[in-house]
């Protein structure tokens, strides 16, 4: 299963980086799915 999520991040990259960093164990044991890209890609219909 694939999903596509946006999240709009208007200030605290670092905050963020680190909440994903450490949510990703969590996930992982939870869900079965981890962050695999935190970046940001400039056309929101391309996936990568």
């Known amino acids: 299963m694939k999903i596509y999520?946006?999240?709009d991040i208007t200030k605290g990259w670092d905050t963020w980086n680190e909440m994903a960093e450490e949510l990703n164990p969590e996930i992982v044991s939870v869900g079965g799915m981890k962050f695999i890209f935190?970046?940001?890609?400039t056309d929101?219909?391309?996936f990568t």
Do not use: A, H, I
Not at 38 to 41: A, N, P
């Open 5 to 7: 999520l946006t999240v």
């Open 38 to 41: 935190k970046g940001c890609e």
């Open 44 to 46: 929101e219909k391309r």
